[in-house]
């Protein structure tokens, strides 16, 4: 499925190297004033033209992505005057909102190589199996940018969520072994240096959110949230509260660490979880061409609060 959420949907759509990725909205309400500097700033974090969670300036990214202006042009469910490109204020109708980023750098001559071959590690040869046809550009729709899309509904989705006092912050904070932020740009541009990548583990805290949020049984707050963000393009673990950590330490010590949740229901302290993104297989060392990053897990920070922001408003829409 393309689409996430029952009573606030996100719809993703589009393709790395087509002609544009983008999204469609529904449940949003009318009324909202939509920051347009908030969009902007976070499509820069997730391209790497800023800064992580952590203020970490970012290193070892993809020139695509440094390179593409990623503009948001709105075609339906708001009003104002930035309708086309970012910028001007919008309100939004109630209405379903559309929204598209036309792909300005997309290079598919870049990738003919792989009409014929499949890349280690990537959806190429799954999406062949399960359709009979796949989109060789670049990945097409597991690339990640069709992230772009998500970090736009986030945004409206935090926005709603500020209204209710919750807010919601990622971090990376660890690069392979390195666990010191001061370090993590040297570690990453050393694999980038011998053409290869590293993994990076990110951490969210979801402050502010009330009591009473989740299912006790099969809509767990922790199991919606690690749906959301399970879904991201090369995240392979999920964990919270004590975590995967928990295992070597007797309950006694370890017992009153709930990470903000309990049964599945909130339980109205912080909210921290922490996912795992793995290294890109694409990497000259691996022989690949294209363009690449030293270590995804950077531009993934803001689309972990993007996710994270799209899953708590539609349980609680």
């Known amino acids: 499925m393309n689409s996430f959420g029952d009573k606030w949907t996100f719809t993703s759509f589009g393709e790395s190297h087509g002609a544009a990725i983008g999204g469609v909205l529904d449940g949003v309400p009318a009324g909202l004033v939509i920051d347009m500097d908030l969009i902007r700033r976070e499509l820069e974090r997730r391209a790497g033209k800023g800064v992580t969670g952590d203020g970490l300036q970012v290193t070892g990214v993809s020139p695509r992505a440094l390179r593409e202006p990623d503009e948001v042009e709105w075609l339906s469910g708001v009003m104002g005057d930035g309708l086309q490109v970012t910028g001007g204020k919008l309100v939004t109708l109630g209405t379903p909102i559309a929204f598209i980023i036309r792909n300005k750098d997309a290079r598919p001559e870049d990738y003919e190589w792989l009409k014929t071959t499949y890349r280690v590690g990537h959806a190429d040869k799954v999406y062949e199996q399960k359709y009979g046809i796949r989109d060789w550009r670049g990945g097409g729709r597991a690339s990640s940018r069709e992230t772009a899309g998500r970090v736009v509904a986030g945004c409206v989705a ?73 879904s991201i393009n090369a995240c392979k673990g999920f964990e919270y509260g004590t975590g995967f ?31 795992v993104f793995k290294p890109t297989p694409s990497t000259p060392k691996a022989g690949v061409k294209g363009r690449h990053d030293a270590c995804v897990a950077t531009r993934a920070v803001p689309v972990v609060e993007a996710m994270t922001a799209i899953a708590l408003i539609d349980l609680l829409s």
């Open 158 to 230: 935090k926005q709603q969520l500020a209204e209710k006092g919750i807010t919601i912050h990622a971090e990376l904070i660890q690069v392979g072994s390195e666990t010191d932020p001061a370090k993590f740009n040297d570690t990453i541009a050393s694999y980038q240096r011998d053409g290869d990548s590293i993994g990076g583990i990110i951490e969210c805290r979801i402050t502010g959110l009330q009591p009473g949020v989740g299912e006790p049984i099969f809509n767990k707050l922790q199991a919606e949230l690690a749906f959301a963000v399970m």
């Open 245 to 275: 950590g928990g295992v070597t330490q007797p309950g006694s010590a370890i017992n009153a660490i709930s990470g903000g949740i309990s049964g599945g229901i909130s339980d109205g302290t912080e909210v921290v979880f922490r996912c």
